[in-house]
């Protein structure tokens, strides 16, 4: 029965992405051909090429942000040559694609990659790579940015819980507890714990 009441609230929240968003459901591009790994997330406003999604192929736990979008096809000469050029676009698994990214056709994303928000990825990148800019390039190591981030958590005065997100309830208390702690903190983030998949289960 519990299995049943998920599927109707996940079919209920992509109606509500769809009508706020205009997003089809994963369901849609996987059944026109759409390869999609285990864990797979994507959030609202995503676009992953409707007439061309079957030239897409996801791997495990990859999680797409806020209005990324996946282009399998350039029809930018076809008015001129009657010809419309398409590609395929793979992503390698434990890949994030940041908010506002673009992906191009003929493009292979490899494992562990960070694509920044905001960036255009017109070439293949390699495994452990993070990539930022239009047109995309390499600016590090996936390993190296983690390494980097567990430093910055573990001098942290304070971490947070997960009940300090819109997720968790956070009550408007605990909202001005970290507004607190970041005016305190000038330039510095706060951290917030908690899993993933947890956050995404919302």
């Known amino acids: 029965m519990g299995r049943i009441i998920e599927k109707i609230k996940m079919k209920i ?3 509500i992405k769809f009508v706020q968003y205009g997003d089809l459901p994963t369901s849609y591009y996987v059944k026109r051909g759409m390869k999609v790994g285990k864990n797979f997330n994507r959030q609202s406003g995503t676009r992953l090429d409707p007439s061309n999604c079957w030239l897409i192929t996801i791997g495990d736990d990859v999680n797409l942000a806020n209005k990324v979008q996946i282009i399998a096809h350039d029809y930018s ?11 395929r676009v793979i992503i390698g698994d434990r890949a994030f694609i940041g908010a506002n990214a673009t992906i191009l056709m003929n493009v292979k994303i490899g494992e562990d990659v960070i694509v920044s928000a905001g960036s255009v990825v017109t070439k293949d990148v390699p495994d452990n790579c993070v990539v ?3 047109p995309a390039e390499i600016v590090g190591h996936t390993s190296d940015f983690v390494g980097w981030e567990q430093f910055q958590i573990a001098k942290c005065e304070k971490v947070f819980d997960r009940s300090y997100t819109v997720f968790g309830g956070a009550t408007r208390e605990k909202q001005e507890e970290i507004l607190k702690y970041l005016d305190e903190h000038p330039g510095e983030a706060a951290y917030i714990k908690f899993k993933f ?3 995404l289960s919302y």
């Open 77 to 87: 000469s076809c008015k001129y040559t009657e010809h419309c050029r398409v590609g």
């Open 197 to 199: 998949r947890e956050r």
């Open 13 to 15: 929240n992509d109606l």
């Open 132 to 134: 930022s800019g239009v």
